[in-house]
């Protein structure tokens, strides 16, 4: 009787990467993956995209063999290829007959895009793909998917098309759609999949399709990063190297992020500032005063926003004043009152109370390092960051505080030297008083009188 072996995602990949390999192979390159840390898809093509060590040195650590530069480079073209679509039937494969995918309620939905200018089709989502036919100005398109540089996958064809144009003169916008709901909407200059991170204190799910009703492939706890290749347009992400879905956008309204990517948010940041202080210098060279009344909107729609409770309207407020050269106070205090929102948003009000003890908590204990310690701990091993914040701000003052009162405590005990040395009784009593005053111990300053004292003059 023959029995049936059940692959893992990791399996499929190394599979398809070396089909030469037998299922002995297979297993016993799973086994070595797992000994340093690469027991997933996305971890392996972490290590392929963002290389920040070798592979072949950590298997030498534990023992194994390194991989020869032939199966290197079968990876990273795996990793290269188009996934097929998850509602399509799988091909049979040696490892494993696998499992009948149950048919989902709804197909991807597809957004419909009016084309600007003539463009061509591509069989992939780059320049250097082979066409396969154009789209003319005027037609309409229906996209399904899109990855994050901005190529959008065809619905009723073969295909592949860019959304935009880029060369030296500029950007130019080659599809329009309104309404475009998907986790990232700005169009990236990276090419290539993009590393996220997970927010949600309770993880995300992995499913083996673009439908919470598909199979469950595991979950990616808080802290943890996955890296995707594209999005479609209900909110899911892709995952390279076939390794699943995830679902990003919250149910019921809520606009706390469940993943987040750095790099693209730092480069949407950045653009919007060059864009926005470029805009300002501009004005600002023919009219000081438009300049200074963009600041002073930006102040003012960042200062309605804190007192608000709508995190997306106080993030687009943050990201106005950042733009306009807002940097002060008025700015962290914006950011730590954002990161409040979205835990709330997040936790709902169950943690609201425990939340309020803490703040208090902090707020009693600003003179005692010992207790804001205790509370950072406890406020950080509670996932709640703003409250981390505060009790390390409320740290870093006191601790200033302490630092300048020695500073001054040691300024005056020089000057009681100093006056104890010159000998003349009015000049050491002064020089006593004002180190007592300034909370020198009269331990210390008894110290410095037996140290110091001219015969006679004490």
Known sequence: MTQTFEATPLTRFLHASRPDWTLAELLHVEAKLEKIGLASVPALLQSLIVPRWSINELLQLEGEKGFSQETWRAFRAQAEKPRPHPLQSRAPSMLHSAPEIRPLQSELPQQGFRVVEDLEVRER?????PSLGSSLGGDTLLGVEETFDGWVKLADRP???????RDFRGVWRLLVADGLRMPVSRISTRKGPQSFAVLCKTGVQVFDAPCTESAALGRRMCGEWVVAESQTYHGWLRLAGAAGWVHCLREGGSTAPMLTCPVLEEEAWREKCATARSAMMCVMTRNSDVGNSVVVEAREALRRATAGDDAQQLHEAFMFARAAGLSGDEVVLAEARLDKLRDADEDGSTDAAERQRLGSCIQQALRNET???????????AGFHAEVVEANDALERLMYDVVTAELAQTEHVERVVTAMRSGRPEDIRVAVLAAKGAGVPKREIARVHALHCVDGAC
């Open 125 to 129: 989502p780059s320049v250097d793909a």
């Open 159 to 165: 295909g592949w098309v860019p959304r935009e144009r």
């Open 371 to 381: 207790e804001l310690r205790r509370l950072k701990a406890e406020c950080k091993a």
